[in-house]
Structures are given as structure tokens and as C-alpha cells.
């Protein structure tokens, strides 16, 4: 069994990064492999709106994204991972999100086949989780959609340093223990 994960953040080793890898450390503790993508330092481009994979089965474009879309393809699991940013995910996270609509048919039937598990991953220097709570939950919907079924949603508040998870001991804890229910199918 594999699972991947997909930091939306640019800062690598900040909370985004450092949570979804504390998930990866569960799984891998549960005997999956895994790995990791850093957006940030991958190169792609956003939907083109071109139409291409209504009639192929893979979109047109010849990038970083398109391999990881054929990672995702193969994974049993995938984890999530973007700070918040004005509400919603970072700007790296969407273009790669946008590009998931490549899994989907001109009949909207999901080209992912069924059983695989998500966990999204959020982070935000505002204590409050309602008000930012709908970035993750709109998502959700999204990958319901393309047939995952969403096993958790951890949800970072009050992260205003780059290291501030650190010092959040019971979240990284539920982060990892997530990453290890991942390995019970």
C-alpha cells in the first residue's frame, strides 16, 4: 500500500510541511511506503480549461502536476497539506487542485478507482477554526466527488510562527495517528 503527500506551502519544514509529515510517519509506521511533493518547488501551471481530458484520460499539459496526478492515481492514500490564506488555500495548493478536474470524465464519473482514503491537512494563524473551517470542508466535497473517502481533517489554529506545531504536542499526535489508521483497511 502507498500513500503521498502534497504540501501547498511555500515554506518547507513549516507547519503545513511538518504536519503532513507527521501523517506520513504514521503510515509508514503502518507499514505503507510514502512520499512526499513540496508544490512550492515543483513546475506546473494551472488548468487550461482546454477540455483535453474530457475526451483522453490524462490532461494535455506536460508537467510536475501531471506526474503527480499519476501518483495519485497509484496511491491507496493521499494527504492534503495547505496553510490558509484569506480563507482559503495557498495559490500552489489551488493550481494543483484545479488540475484534479483531469480525474474526472465528461460524465463527471471519477477516474480514481473507488476505496482510496484522503486527510487534509490545513493551517492557520487565526485561533478561531470557524473562520476558516469551509476552505477544508468545500475540498472535502470536491474529493467526495472524485470518489475518496475523507478519513480526517486536522486542522491547525493559532500558527503564527513557521515552527508554531511544534509546541502543539496532542495535533501532531492526532496527525500521526491518522497517518497510522491509514494502514488499517
Known sequence: MKAIGIVGSPRKNGNTDILVSRVLE??????LDTSKYLLNEMKYSGCQACEYCKSHDHCRLDDDVTKLLEEMKEADAVVFGSPIYFSLFSGQFKLMED???SLIDAAFVPRLRPGKKAIIVTSQADAEVENY?????DFALALKMLGFE???IIRMVDGITPDAVLAK???LDMARSAGAALGGR
Open 133 to 137: 473551517a469551509r476552505a477544508a470542508d
Open 26 to 31: 504514521g503510515a509508514r509506521e503502518a507499514g
Open 169 to 171: 504536542g496532542e495535533l
Open 99 to 101: 488540475r484534479m478536474y
Open 150 to 152: 475523507v478519513a480526517d
